[in-house]
């Protein structure tokens, strides 16, 4: 029972989700990676010029939110990544603890859930 028991054309609505949940986190991940390279170079002018710049702790500040975001996005593509390779090698809406289908309605909520709904109350 290592099967997904979807058929083709539910897994193919989740893989097309997940594609397009793909390409969003992507576009999400450049943006950033725009920002944070203004930040970077403006904190270090900051620097540059002067010690005791009030700008600062505002610049450190808006840098930790920057990075807690981008590591949201780079966790949500990791997620999405490993779920597009889970439907390529046909283990996808199969509970990585113990081997039971995930019900669709969880995927439909979830795409990239990797157990299913017991296991994941029992992991919190
Ligand atoms: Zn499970």
């Given at each position: 029972m290592t099967a997904t028991m979807m058929t083709p054309a539910q897994l193919a609505r989740f893989e097309a989700r997940l594609l397009a949940e793909r390409a969003d986190a992507e576009e999400r991940l450049a943006e950033f990676d725009g920002v944070m390279t203004e930040v970077r170079i403006a904190r270090t002018d900051a620097t540059a010029d002067d010690?005791?710049?009030?700008e600062g702790p505002t610049m450190t500040q808006e840098w930790s939110q920057r990075s807690a975001v981008l590591a949201d996005v780079r966790a949500e593509l990791a997620d999405v990544d490993r779920a597009i390779a889970r439907i390529a090698n046909g283990?996808?809406?199969?509970?990585?603890?113990?081997g039971k289908r995930i019900t669709v309605a969880r995927l439909d909520a979830r795409?990239?859930?990797?157990?299913?709904i017991d296991c994941a109350r029992q992991a919190r």
């Amino acid at each position: 029972m290592t099967a997904t028991m979807m058929t083709p054309a539910q897994l193919a609505r989740f893989e097309a989700r997940l594609l397009a949940e793909r390409a969003d986190a992507e576009e999400r991940l450049a943006e950033f990676d725009g920002v944070m390279t203004e930040v970077r170079i403006a904190r270090t002018d900051a620097t540059a010029d002067d010690e005791h710049d009030p700008e600062g702790p505002t610049m450190t500040q808006e840098w930790s939110q920057r990075s807690a975001v981008l590591a949201d996005v780079r966790a949500e593509l990791a997620d999405v990544d490993r779920a597009i390779a889970r439907i390529a090698n046909g283990s996808y809406g199969v509970c990585t603890n113990c081997g039971k289908r995930i019900t669709v309605a969880r995927l439909d909520a979830r795409p990239t859930a990797e157990l299913c709904i017991d296991c994941a109350r029992q992991a919190r």
